[in-house]
């Protein structure tokens, strides 16, 4: 469950980087407009890719369900860092989903 | 014309979120706090003994055979529900004979101390159940009446849900914006990223919730278009029964549970069990069914194993035969209750709905945040209607969580013999509610807000300490004990005293920065500045 919550995170920071306003806010330099180009289908690649795993660790009827309980947590945490703490959200999105592979707890949800 | 639809449904909007409102925050948050239900009883019963780590599911089948046995005689079924992350204590439960003239028998069920063996006597309490039924079954009103009134309410939620989305004109370029604003901007802000963040989880449980009822409500249907036979056709295949097995009265020894269980932990392959059922026990034809965690929110026929307890042999049971309707129907309910979750996903559950019912609230106060410049104008202070949706507010958003910390204050204060305690714990709950409910009535609007906030930061704060005073269940001994369940109870209620804590303290920096910025514009002497004038000359007094 968690492991869902930590991916759903860096894939709404890519979305959210690829609007202007947002990207303002959270980066202080330039970014490539090719760079650009690539948030969004790598923030519904990997969409997809936690998708898959939800499915993939808790079966078609609950999978879905829990994704989107951890996509609201993700969205929710985000919103509030982009008003508060807008700073830290890439160092957050890079961190997450380390975590998330490095830990050692076994899944449970 | 697009405009003109917008607008229409803007309005529509507005007016059935503010005519429903209060009852779908009392529903939503109840209903949330459902989720915890068997966390939330278990710390109303302080007399059930801690958690017992180190014991495996065979040591604590033993104990509750023991029991049975001494205590359940002549019952057809026993069932034992065993310790799980929500309920730590070991439960066992059985159903007697009927009695002439009706169909089942009384189920009795007790907790059983695992160190003596013995059966635990709890205080009479309501418990979580009877808070989490208060939001379908509004407590004083009659079943069938308030079955109306939550569809109803349930209703015009599923109309605002999909209007909302209707007249949000940004939903995706503002999908992740929020600006902490002052005022209106800032409340509209708050209304729509709580809409939008949770916005499955909002159709979800308004659209399964009017399921519950679909036979009250589709009355007509149901009364003209079917007749008896049919009905229980459909209802059958809804919730589709397996027989069980029966006794023959022929008396037989069986196989410890214990050792059963082992077929079961080889069926599954893992050691995660969560209920057993005993049919015809101490009978030759003897079965025991175990039932693990749920891991299907519809129906997993492997989470049961079922076994012939006087040979040992795995029993091979037909599985359950759901229609697809059925499926649907039954599926809608786990979703909505959350049947399948686990502790993590259960946390999630409450945030969404309390997300749900902080939206129902910012909704609220977005009607009169939006309203408040143009009324204050007014010369004779504003209307009727506004003030009483002011009041409202106040008395339900705030005064409603501190209702329910004096329904566990009165599980805990009340005495213990008295007659009639489980209805007197929600009594003191209702009268607290509507005593908050009108107080605002006298006080002038921000400082009721003010003032409720802080008291419900006080009680919140103050409860566990209570339970200090009262229990030896409380705070310290439960992190002794590692008793986890119980220490979150008692943490989260610390948690939700200092989020009160704060909103107070928020809110009263907010009022003095917005009058000293009013009176460095230094308007004309109106009205409503004298009024501003005499609240600060009270404050100032009070201070």
């Known amino acids: 469950m968690l492991i869902l919550i930590c991916l759903c995170f860096p894939a709404m920071v890519l979305l959210c980087l690829a609007m202007n306003k947002h990207r303002e806010q959270v980066l202080t330099q330039t970014v490539p407009k090719l760079m650009i180009r690539f948030f969004r289908p790598l923030a519904w690649l990997l969409l997809m890719f936690t998708a898959y795993l939800s499915i993939e660790l808790f079966g078609w009827s609950i999978g879905p369900a829990l994704l989107f309980g951890a996509l609201t947590i993700a969205v929710l945490l985000l919103t509030l860092l982009l008003t508060y703490r807008a700073k830290i959200v890439p160092q957050l999105a890079i961190v997450l989903p380390f975590m998330a592979s490095l830990s050692v707890v076994p899944i449970n949800f | 014309m697009k405009d003109n639809f917008r607008q229409s449904m803007k309005w529509f909007h507005t007016w059935v979120g503010l005519i429903v409102g209060w009852i779908l925050f009392f529903m939503f948050l109840t209903g949330t706090l459902g989720y915890f239900y068997q966390e939330i009883t278990r710390w109303m019963e302080p007399e059930r003994p801690f958690i017992e780590h180190n014991i495996s599911n065979e040591q604590l089948i033993n104990i509750a055979q023991t029991y049975l046995k001494k205590n359940a005689q002549d019952v057809d079924e026993w069932d034992i529900d065993l310790p799980t992350a929500r309920n730590q204590n ?13 169909k089942r028998g009384r189920y009795e069920s007790s907790v059983v101390d695992i160190a003596t063996g ?49 007249i949000h004109k940004k939903i995706f370029t503002d999908f992740f914006t929020f600006r902490a604003k002052k005022g209106l901007p800032g409340w509209l802000d708050i209304h729509n990223v709580l809409s939008v963040i949770a916005l499955p989880f909002h159709f979800m449980i308004t659209y399964s919730g009017l399921l519950f009822f ?66 015809a026990a101490n009978d030759s034809n003897a079965q025991v069914r175990f039932v693990r965690h749920e891991t299907d929110i519809t129906y997993n026929p492997n989470d049961e194993v079922l076994v012939n307890a006087i040979t040992g042999e795995m029993i091979t049971h037909t599985p359950r035969e759901y229609t697809a309707a059925g499926i649907i129907h039954n599926g809608f309910f786990s979703l909505h209750e959350g049947q399948f979750a686990g502790p993590i996903a259960r946390w999630i559950y409450f945030f969404t709905g309390l997300i749900g019912t902080a939206m129902i ?42 209702a329910i910390a004096m329904y566990f204050y009165a599980n805990r204060l009340l005495p213990i013999d008295m007659a009639d305690r ?122």
Not at chain 2, 383 to 392: A, H, S
Not at chain 2, 448 to 476: F, G, M, R
């Open chain 2, 118 to 166: 013995e059966k635990v006597e709890s205080r009479a309490t309501g418990g979580g159940r009877l808070l989490y039924r208060m939001h379908y079954r509004l407590h004083y009103l009659s079943t069938k009446i308030s079955y109306w009134i939550v569809g109803f309410c349930s209703m015009l939620m599923l109309l605002a849900v999909i209007t909302g989305v209707v």
């Open chain 2, 90 to 102: 070991l439960r066992v439960g059985w159903r007697h004979p009927p009695e002439a003239g009706k």
């Open chain 2, 361 to 402: 609230a910012s909704g609220l106060i977005l009607w009169t945040t939006k309203r408040k410049p143009q009324q204050m104008k007014k010369p004779n202070g504003p209307d009727f209607g506004y003030r009483l949706v002011e009041q409202l507010n106040i008395g339900t958003i705030v005064g409603l969580p501190i």
């Open chain 2, 214 to 279: 679909l036979f009250t409500y589709m009355a007509l249907s149901t009364n003209l278009q079917t007749n008896e036979d049919e009905y229980r056709e459909m209802r059958k295949e809804i919730y589709p029964r397996t027989p069980h097995a029966q006794s023959t009265n022929q008396p037989a020894k069986m196989i410890d549970i214990s050792v059963l269980y082992q077929q079961a932990k080889n069926s599954w392959q893992a050691d995660e069990l969560s209920t057993i059922e005993v049919f």
């Open chain 2, 422 to 543: 489980v209805n007197w714990e929600a009594n003191v709950m209702f009268i607290s509610w509507a005593l908050l409910l009108v107080y605002p009535a006298f006080r002038p609007a921000n400082k009721a807000w003010h003032e409720q906030l802080q008291l419900a930061a006080l009680v919140y704060i103050a409860l566990p300490l209570v339970n200090i005073l009262t229990t030896d269940k409380h705070l310290i001994n439960s992190l002794l004990q590692q008793d986890w369940g119980l220490a979150a109870f008692d943490l989260t209620l610390l948690g939700v005293g200092c989020c009160f804590a704060f909103s107070a303290y928020k809110y009263k920096a907010l009022t003095v920065d917005k009058k000293t910025s009013r009176q460095r514009v230094k308007q004309d002497k109106s009205v409503g500045n004298e009024k501003l004038l005499q609240l600060q000359r009270v404050s100032k007094g009070n201070g």
